[in-house]
């Protein structure tokens, strides 16, 4: 890990995350929001400035200045990327929300620019966004941290939101032991095709990760290893 990337934190993208949205299943994702929380925390602990890399319809880069809100998820809850206000976009992609949300609650000083990859990015792609935000934390002030907002397999439980697919758990299993372990090789080797039928939508993001730490090696800590309505969700944090 580069002496200026000093942790990294990776968390899910659901709107659960918020409590607003998650309605009857807020005590449900307790310990969810809990390790999302705790993971935030550490992050704003081991950095001054912050980085947000996630998974998308499109790759681009949502400015820190921006402002979002989750109401095309049924509530209206603004988030922002920076501590300025403004007027939300409505269209904001869900891991730029995410991003927000964490910020405002673990490191409201903070700005956190998020660069998202397309979902169904290829390694080249993945290695040009990596290419970026490698830049963009070589140009921060003091030590960076990066979240990453990823999903696993949307397909893991005959109630999940992709309908089952046996072979979700055993790719799950490969991404969940990748992440807990900061097995960066094991992440950039996940198979694009594999994981865009098993509804693996953080594909992309973890691989821009993996690309961004590189074979250095990091101390993970894992907080949450689950799939609640057959959806694999991971949040750890990795430690230079």
Do not use: N
């Not at 992609?93 to 964490?102: I, P, S």
């Not at 807990?180 to 939508?201: K, S, Y």
């Amino acid at each position: 890990m580069a002496s200026v990337l000093s942790a990294v934190a990776v968390v899910p993208s659901t709107p659960l995350l918020s409590e607003a949205l998650a309605g009857a299943a807020s005590a449900e994702l307790a310990d969810l929001r809990a390790a999302v929380r705790a993971a935030g925390d550490e992050l704003r602990s081991a950095s001054q400035t912050w980085i947000a890399v996630g998974s998308a319809a499109a790759t681009s880069v949502v400015d820190a200045s921006s402002v979002g809100t989750y109401v095309g998820f049924g509530v209206d809850v603004v988030v922002s990327l920076s501590p300025a206000q403004g007027e939300p976009d409505r269209s904001m992609e869900l891991a730029a929300l995410t991003a927000g949300l964490v910020r405002g609650r673990c490191a409201p000083d903070r700005s956190v620019p998020t660069y998202l990859v397309a979902v169904d990015a290829d390694a080249e792609e993945c290695a040009r966004v990596a290419a970026s935000v490698r830049a963009a934390i070589d140009e921060a002030p003091g030590p960076v941290g990066l979240l990453v907002i990823a999903d696993g397999s949307t397909m893991l439980t005959d109630k999940a939101p992709g309908a089952f697919d046996d072979r979700a758990e055993g790719l799950q299993r490969v991404i969940d032991d990748a992440v807990a372990t900061a097995d960066t090789a094991a992440l950039g080797a996940l198979d694009i095709e594999l994981c865009r039928e098993l509804g693996v939508a953080g594909r992309a993001a973890l691989q821009v990760a993996a690309a961004v730490v590189g074979s250095t090696s990091a101390t993970a800590r894992t907080l949450y290893r689950d799939a609640p309505y057959g959806v694999g969700y991971h949040v750890a944090v990795w430690a230079a």
